[in-house]
């Protein structure tokens, strides 16, 4: 287990290589995006917008999935404001959802006045996929990243929309499994990123968990997609994509950060808060990578230039020991596993090659430094 010179990410991340320099692929992006001519590439989003308004569909424009949270808030106001696009934003409700990102979808809305669907799925179904990938890979959140990129592909092609804007290639923004070439910015491959990787909903299927349960869970073939002329684009292709930018934005238009703070093992109080589910699923990454939540945290703010290193390695090495316990509960309850079950589990995963047991407490092996 080696660490970027540069940031703070390991090598143990999934599509994650150190050049010949100890710098990671997430930092040579950072190398990558002060290249760019960014003023060329708002241009050339502004004429797809332009193009798709003159074709005067009758309902929508485009599609922009939203959460509750800074960045798909961000990315509505982008197209809806700024590109004048007819907008309608979808969310997957199926998570269970904290009074912020239940306040932050609410006033997103009335803030943009637009219109919005929500995709409520079976839950006797959902629930035993999200257990299923718990104990099966570790992974709860599967079934939920799925549902997003396959539910929001299905709902432009049920309502002909012409164009689906997500917001950022997280493979290029963050360090993972990337294309040779970054000068495309089509986004209809999502479903092959490293948040859903060589698996299928199909795996899941038994007596309980039926095919006709499916349609949100399986996305689109390509021909469904070329049928209706839709594209899938990155917003982030085409401006620099920053977390915090986007929260001081809409910050000023409403949003509100995590009340009683940030949550354990975090930072800042403004990340991935809008619903109760998705921490553990974070945690998990480091029983299995060893890193999680302050190292994502940390990295991203040393690529926008907000911290160095040296106060980076303080701030992962003073939270990444703590256990995310404000929704564990939560999460217990919502699969229907115990704290015993879910321990079990927990150390079917956990990485020996990077852990070692050293008076009864588990430790990396190779701390950073």
Known sequence: MKYCQRCVMPDTKPGVDLDHRGICNGCRSVEKKRKINWKFREKKLKVIAEDIKKKNYPFYDCLVPVSGG???????????????????CVVLGAHLPTYEGIHNLNAMIKDLN???IKINLKP?????????????QGEPNWAEHNCVFSGIANIAILYDIPLIIWGEDIAFEFGGTQKKNYNAPNALSINKSDLIGNKSVKDWLDKDIRKKDMFFYEYPKNKSFKKKNIKGIYLGYYEWWEGRKHYEVVKKRGFIPRMKGPLK?????YDNIDEKLCE????????KFGFWRPTDQTCYDIWNNKIKRTEAVKIVNSLQNQFPEEYFKDFLRFHGVSKKVFWQTV??????????KTNSKWKLKFPLI
């Open 265 to 269: 093992g975090n930072y800042i109080a």
């Open 70 to 88: 800074k960045n798909s808030w961000y990315q509505a106001l982008i197209t809806s404001k700024k590109l004048k696009l007819k907008t309608l």
């Open 347 to 356: 150390e079917r995963f956990r990485n020996k090659k990077i852990w070692q």
């Open 114 to 116: 637009i219109d919005l």
């Open 124 to 136: 006797s179904v959902y629930k035993k996929i999200r257990k299923k990938n718990f104990l099966v």
């Open 280 to 287: 553990i699923n974070i945690w998990l990454k480091y029983i």
